[in-house]
C-alpha cells in the first residue's frame, strides 16, 4: 500500500482492531529524493482524551540528506520523550522492517530487528506507562515542515509533489481487545527482560546513531530532569 501526499492535505490509514499489547511489524520504503518538510509516521495511538500513543516518525530531508527517525510515547496525554535517530541504511532505496514490541512491562522500538530504543514501565515511581488502553495502528503521511526538517528551515518543495511513500507485510502478533477479551496476560510469548543481546545492540545503536535524547537535554531540563531519566531508577 502507497500514502500519497500532492496538495497540502495528508493521508493515513489505520487498523480495524483495537490491541492492548503486542509486536506490531510493517515494511516502509519512504519518499526519494527531496522529502524535505514531510512526515511519515507509523504509529500506535488510543482515542479519547488522556491518550496513549507510542509513536514512529520519520522527518524527511533534502536530497542526499539524511531523514531522522524520531520517537515519542505519551501515556495519560502527557508526551515530550523524544528520542531520535539518523538510520544506517538509506530508507528510500528499499523496504525496511520497524517494529513496536509493547507489554505492560516495556516497549521495545526496533528497525530491522535491532533494538533502537527501550521504554521501561516505571509507574512504581510515578511515571505513567501505556497499560490500560487499547490502541489502533496508523500510518500517516503529512505536512509537517513547520518544524521537521532542520527545526523547519526546510520547506516541502510542492512542486516535487505527489510525495509517495510505500509499505507493505503489516504483522500484528497481539492481544485484540474487544470488550470480551481481557489482554491481561498477554506478553507476546517473549522474555520479559532484556538478555544480553539486547542490551549489546542497544548500546551500539546509542553510541553511534542518536541525535537528540530528552533525557540529555540539559537546556529543556535545567531545573531538573523527569524521573524516568534519573539512573538510580
Ligand atoms: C537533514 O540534513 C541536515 C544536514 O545534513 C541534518 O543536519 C539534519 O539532521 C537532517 N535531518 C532532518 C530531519 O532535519
Not at 520497524?98 to 516505571?122: A, E, F, G, M
Not at 504483522?171 to 496476560?185: H, V
Not at 533525557?215 to 535545567?222: E, G, K, S
Request: one cysteine or more.
Amino acid at each position: 500500500m502507497s500514502l500519497a501526499m500532492d496538495q497540502h492535505s495528508g493521508s493515513g490509514m489505520a487498523s480495524k482492531s483495537y490491541y492492548l499489547f503486542g509486536r506490531f511489524d510493517i515494511q516502509a520504503k519512504l519518499i526519494s529524493e527531496n522529502s524535505a518538510g514531510t512526515v511519515t509516521t507509523f504509529y500506535l495511538s488510543s482515542i479519547g482524551t488522556h491518550h496513549d500513543e507510542i509513536d514512529l516518525e520519520f522527518l524527511g530531508n533534502l536530497s542526499g540528506n539524511p531523514y531522522i527517525l524520531s520517537t515519542n510515547l505519551y501515556a495519560n496525554g502527557i508526551g515530550g520523550r523524544e528520542m531520535q535517530f539518523y538510520l544506517w541504511f538509506d530508507p528510500t532505496e528499499d523496504f525496511h522492517t520497524y517494529s513496536i514490541d509493547w507489554n505492560p512491562q516495556r516497549i521495545i522500538i526496533l528497525v530491522d530487528n535491532i533494538p533502537i530504543r527501550v521504554i521501561h514501565n516505571k509507574e512504581n515511581i510515578g511515571v505513567s506507562f501505556p497499560t490500560r488502553q487499547p490502541m489502533r495502528v496508523y500510518t500517516t503521511l503529512w505536512d509537517g515542515d513547520f518544524w521537521a526538517t532542520r527545526g523547519g528551515k526546510d520547506k516541502i518543495d510542492w512542486s516535487k509533489a505527489p510525495f509517495v511513500a510505500s509499505f507493505r507485510n503489516f504483522n500484528a502478533n497481539a492481544c485484540i481487545a474487544t470488550p470480551e477479551t481481557s489482554c491481561k496476560g498477554f506478553n507476546g510469548g517473549r522474555n520479559k527482560g532484556l538478555n544480553f543481546q539486547i542490551r549489546k545492540q542497544l548500546k551500539e545503536i546509542h553510541l553511534k546513531w542518536v541525535v537528540y535524547d530528552y533525557c540529555r537535554d540539559f537546556i529543556r531540563f535545567a531545573h531538573g530532569f523527569p524521573p524516568e531519566c534519573i539512573k538510580k531508577n
